[in-house]
């Protein structure tokens, strides 16, 4: 068993009952294919609750300075995490989460870049819509609702896939994709 796969059933063991986790549309989540899951961003622990929620292994970038530390960086790499310079144009993480798409695999984002203090969505940064223009990725918006305090519900919810093949024929720009992501986002949190 790798070790992403022991972390996603360990963190599921706590998880669930502890915050009394509720999935709906898991089966909008593309079985086959490159996807990108597109989240709402409310808490450090938003990573971990997509990954188990998920039906696909997720690959995530993580802020840079995770990575320093050697433990750390070891187990970040383990469960599918990569690097990411935040504040400026980090052109390997661009190529890694292109590879990840191009391979068929599942890439994680949090298109706000950091978490809300607030709860309510922020400005979506252009790199979600640079991936989602890029490939020919499924995107798949998602939104987490609640508090994260024990026995209280969080709820998690996948919507369906957004339809970009229009979009990706046009000249629509990084940020616009951006913001038509973070609005089906919005229309889950409604």
């Known amino acids: 068993m790798s070790l992403y796969k022991f972390a996603k059933f360990v963190v599921s063991l706590l998880f669930y009952p502890l915050y009394r986790i509720q999935v709906i549309g898991r089966e909008n989540i593309p079985k086959e294919g490159p996807v990108i899951i597109c989240s709402n961003h409310i808490s450090n622990l938003d990573p971990p609750v997509v990954g188990i929620t998920s039906t696909r292994d997720v690959n995530f970038m993580a802020k840079g300075e995770l990575f320093e530390k050697g433990f ?7 469960i599918n995490a990569f690097p990411v ?3 400026m144009r980090d052109r390997n993480a661009l190529r890694k989460g292109l590879d990840i798409l191009n391979d068929g695999k599942t890439l994680g ?3 706000e870049g950091t978490r809300s203090k607030s709860g309510q969505l922020g400005k979506p940064l252009a790199g979600v819509g640079f991936f989602a223009l890029r490939s020919n990725a499924k995107i798949v918006p998602c939104a987490i609702i609640g508090p994260y305090k024990p026995l209280k519900r969080l709820q998690v919810i996948y919507g369906k896939p957004i339809d970009f093949e229009s979009l990706r024929g046009s ?3 990084p940020q616009d994709a951006a913001d038509v992501i973070m609005k089906e986002i ?3 949190m409604k």
């Open 171 to 173: 000249k629509i720009s």
């Open 72 to 78: 750390l960086r070891k187990l970040l790499i383990n």
């Open 109 to 111: 984002l949090f298109p």
């Open 186 to 188: 919005g229309k889950l």
């Open 85 to 87: 310079k935040r504040g």
